[in-house]
């Protein structure tokens, strides 16, 4: 067990999501007859939940922030409209199209912004009034019909990486995508190794960096083999390209810029927060602008995989997106949650959707089932906070997020009851 | 004074452990009926979580040792199975909700039943009679967060009172409270003592404990140290402190020589309206000056003003702005936000550290660099480890007790907490440091630490002010003290001339006498 810390690097619990990722993928492969991990239901999965997946990124923020966006469906279904109808009737370039959709985000995103940073309302209420808003602005724009878009957004929804020689067995560009992330894997051990040397704390011995090391490249070399050895012509998803990059992006904003840390800090205490120097209006409208680009993007991707856009795109997307961020840890209460995390918990509910329904699963017991297990993740996350231990999503990987540690708290000590305060700031005695 | 003397509680041999921890090891305590007991002990020594034993919040099972009360064994299973038995606990961090009347609190949870519902009639006439037994003028029906801290203390009373309370159980009664309200507080529980009533008390105030306590248990990392009896003769507060840090603090205070500059900072004429009450003003042209290798106090009974005064200083961060200049070394500055402040070499460590001061989600390390987080980047980039090496030192420097500096904040104790938030403001390199209240709810120990710690920034030449509701902290820490009185800076007198006396006429607008 002690070695198995040391080869994660802080206790098994804060691999609960990702452990119960793979416990759920191995169950469905062996209930489904090895459906589950074929190329193709792979990249289906992925083309099939990127969108999701995108919002969720997006979503954390928010919450992470104390906030919520519940907007998020329709803001996707707005854009996606635009988008289809300019790229129809306008004749515009299908790039064009794309910047437009995104100008359609920030657009959005000023006028929640607005509401919630320098007006003051609750982003529970504005995005509540913006999601019935951009419904019914996404049907009145499109009277409620169907338009489809054209071959390159497609491409960008439910398209693949091109084909190029020499022949390996796989698709090159897949290959290509799996030796960068296990050169990026290796380089940031040696990275973090060189800079534990330095700040003279102590490290593992190398046999765990070893060991670890190992362990992720096999499941990099694995995931590469399983998208690129998929009949010609398939890949690694271009929509799951997009997810990645924003990923690697928005992990990096959250836990390494100042920007990020001024979110957590909001959110986990905005009195403390604003007597810190913090401009508490820029960082509400900065999370929710930026959760409306994110929306657009989603939507736009959403369209090319539906080779139109629709008046119902987007329905129960937010909820979706939520779900996905408190799978992954994050607190209701705000100040906590990781982008990776909440991509896992959007991962864990996309493989046990798609897991079920290969095994012929009605889609009213797959709700029941998706339900529950957003409860006892929770739950479980709940309980390991109660009890002091960490929380068990947190850190996945030391590289890839910056976790918070639960905290862990020595419930002995009279002043040590952690709690979260929700003050405004404007009390005052003295 | 009650005649029998038979003890009324006894808990013996009282060991919790926590994963890890062992928070009290064979803990004895013995109340004798009608008394004023009082638990005195470091932050962390336990004193809470005997309390929690005690008040059934860890249920009977999770310890192990004997309670008897009442001449029985008891085994609470939880909160209601203690008060059930007349034992209720008045939590430090006031458990009332401020949008509900004073009668809906006190009655919260112990509601008076009618045939249908709450009978609201009988509950109001019994709040009545409460709030007269406790001395408090105000309507049964004022909001509790109309109320100032003081009385939504004796509404807690009046709510243990309801639930025919036997053992009343205190947990720093006065920490928020002012003298005025402390004093009444005290009187309150020496008529409830002549009443029968018995009282645990834990409190951080040693003079108090001293004032009105009949027997001190005190207790230092989870054991019990000895128990005085306070009637006997011969306790004073050193005595006290002597059995709480194990030993002898020579003095409350390091020694120090002041090593006082020039005038650097001086505001003037400065005028602040109250955030939600306009024409009221929460400072009224106040004026003061301080000198490099200065500290200077700011004493003023609870509502004066002078956090008020120190927030708006700091980038107007409380109320609006009608007027006034500030100058640091001679020049005029516009400090419009806390982030203008900042720059401008200005620290305000907040009061109350839980809620203004700290995100508690936050590491020791994220904590330390949080206010000052372009010192660690590299344009928007923050570098962590340099924020860890900036953390390590803050850690060594200033004592900040944890095994790391990725340990969370909240697991530290309240006197490493404030120093993490001193080591926070103390990285953004400011030349004017203003504490408010730094020592509030920390134990003798830490006190004795952090004014250390402001001797140390004195003597690097910087200006530091304390705001404290302490009056001998004032008079043994700082070379000079203003007073404040309704918004309005009433005087300044220097450390050798201040008397507690004259300081509290100052800050009470007595009129000055003829010298």
């Known amino acids: 067990m002690s070695s198995l810390k040391q080869l994660f690097g802080g206790g098994i619990r804060q691999y609960g999501m990702v452990l119960a990722l793979l416990a759920l993928l191995a169950y469905f492969q062996v209930a489904t007859g090895g459906l589950v991990l074929t190329p193709s239901n792979a990249q289906n999965i992925i083309i099939g939940n990127s969108y999701i997946l995108i919002l969720a990124i997006g979503m954390v923020l928010v919450i992470i922030a104390g906030h919520i966006d519940l907007s998020v469906g329709s803001v996707a279904a707005v854009t996606g409209i635009i988008v289809a109808i300019a790229l129809r009737d306008w004749g515009i370039p299908w790039w064009a199209g794309i910047l437009l959709g995104l100008a359609v985000g920030v657009v959005i995103g000023a006028w929640q912004g607005f509401w919630v940073a320098y007006v003051g309302i609750p982003g529970f209420i504005t995005t509540l009034a913006g999601m019935m808003l951009f419904r019914g602005l996404n049907q009145r724009i499109g009277h409620s019909s169907t338009v489809p878009v054209p071959e390159e957004l497609q491409q960008l929804g439910a398209g693949y990486l091109p084909e190029w020689a020499p022949d390996t067995g796989l698709n090159n560009s897949t290959l290509l995508l799996g030796v960068l992330a296990l050169a990026a894997v290796v380089w940031s051990e040696l990275r973090r190794r060189a800079r534990a040397a330095r700040l003279e704390v102590e490290q593992p011995p190398l046999w765990v960096a070893l060991v670890r090391v190992a362990v992720v490249g096999a499941v990099i070399a694995y995931v590469t083999y399983l998208f690129g050895s998929g009949r010609y012509g398939t890949s690694f998803p271009i929509a799951g390209l997009v997810l990645v990059a924003l990923v690697i992006l928005y992990n990096f904003i959250a836990s390494r810029t100042i920007g990020g840390r001024h979110v957590y800090a909001v959110g986990g205490n905005r009195a403390a927060a604003a007597l810190s120097g913090i401009n508490i209006r820029h960082v509400n409208f900065f999370v929710m602008m930026n959760m409306s680009i994110l929306a657009a993007v989603a939507g736009m991707v959403f369209v090319g995989r539906a080779t139109a856009s629709g008046p119902s795109d987007g329905n129960m997307w937010e909820l979706d997106a939520i779900a996905a961020v408190f799978i992954g840890g994050a607190a209701v209460s705000g100040g906590v949650g990781t982008v990776v995390g909440s991509v896992i918990g959007g991962l864990v509910m996309a493989v046990l959707n798609n897991g079920l329904q290969l095994m012929g699963v009605g889609s009213d017991t797959t709700q029941i089932i998706k339900g529950l297990v957003l409860l006892v993740a929770v739950a479980f996350d709940v309980h390991s906070k109660v009890t002091g231990r960490p929380s068990i999503i947190g850190l996945v990987f030391p590289w890839l997020g910056k976790g918070r540690k639960g905290s862990g708290g020595t419930p002995g000590a009279d002043d040590a009851q952690p709690e979260v305060p929700v003050a405004d700031g404007a009390t005052s005695r003295g | ?515």
């Open chain 2, 1 to 515: 004074m009650s005649e029998n003397h038979h003890a009324v509680l006894e808990m013996r041999s009282i060991t919790k452990e926590f994963p890890g921890v062992r928070a009290l090891d064979d803990v004895t305590l013995e109340v004798r009926a009608g008394e004023i007991h009082a638990i005195c002990g470091e932050n962390g020594a336990g004193k809470s979580t005997l309390m929690k034993v005690l008040s059934g919040v860890y249920p009977h099972g999770s310890y192990s040792g004997d309670i008897h009360y009442q001449g029985e064994i008891v085994e609470f299973r939880d909160i209601r199975s203690s008060e059930q038995a007349g034992i209720v606990i008045i939590h430090q961090e006031l458990a009332l909700i401020p949008e509900l009347s004073i009668t809906e609190n006190i009655f919260l949870g112990n509601e008076v039943r009618g045939r249908v519902g709450i009978d609201w009639e009988t509950a109001r006439q019994r709040a009545t009679e409460l709030l007269a037994r406790v001395g408090l003028r105000a309507s049964p029906d004022t909001l509790v967060k109309n109320i100032g801290v003081g009385q939504q203390q004796l509404v807690e009373i009046a709510r243990a009172l309801a639930k025919d309370v036997r053992l009343l159980i205190l947990d720093e009664p006065t920490a928020a409270l002012n003298e005025d309200d402390s004093e009444h507080l005290l009187d309150l529980l020496r008529g409830l003592r002549s009443r029968g009533l018995t009282c645990i008390m834990i409190s951080h105030k040693l003079n108090e404990i001293e004032e009105i306590a009949d027997s001190i248990t005190i207790i230092r990392d989870g054991r019990t140290v000895e128990t005085l009896d306070v009637r006997a003769g011969g306790i004073d507060e050193d005595r006290i402190i002597r059995g709480m840090v194990g030993r002898s603090l020579a003095s409350r205070f390091p020694d120090h020589t002041p090593q006082i500059g020039e005038t650097f900072f001086e505001v003037e004429g400065w005028t602040v309206e109250h955030p939600e009450v306009p024409g009221r003003l929460v400072c009224k042209q106040s004026a003061f000056h301080v000198r490099r290798g200065e500290i200077v106090g700011f004493a003023g009974i609870m509502g004066a003003g002078r956090t008020e005064l120190a927030r708006s200083i700091f980038g107007r961060s409380y109320g609006r702005y009608l007027g006034g200049t500030l100058r640091m070394d001679g020049k005029e500055i516009v400090v419009p936000d806390v982030l203008a402040a900042i720059r401008h070499r200005i620290a305000y460590v907040s009061e109350d550290r839980k809620t203004l001061g700290l995100n508690l989600l936050d590491t020791i390390q994220q904590t330390v660099v949080s206010a000052n987080l372009p010192k660690v980047s590299n344009g928007p980039v923050i570098d962590h480890d340099r924020a860890y090496l900036a953390a390590e030192e803050y850690r060594k420097s200033l004592g900040i007790k944890a095994p790391s500096v990725r340990d969370g904040v909240a697991t530290l104790s309240g006197g490493n907490q404030q120093k993490a938030l001193l080591a926070k403001w103390m990285f953004t390199e400011p030349e004017l440091l203003i504490l408010d209240e730094p020592t509030r709810g920390i134990d003798v120990g830490a006190k004795y630490e952090i004014y250390g710690l402001v001797q140390r920034l004195a003597n690097q030449g910087k200006g530091v002010v304390v705001i404290s509701s302490e009056l001998p902290e004032l008079l043994g820490l700082c070379d000079r003290i203003y007073t404040v009185f309704e918004g309005r800076v009433t005087g300044v007198v220097d450390q050798a001339d201040a008397t507690q006396e004259e300081l509290m006429r100052l800050m009470t607008g007595a009129p000055t006498p003829a010298r």
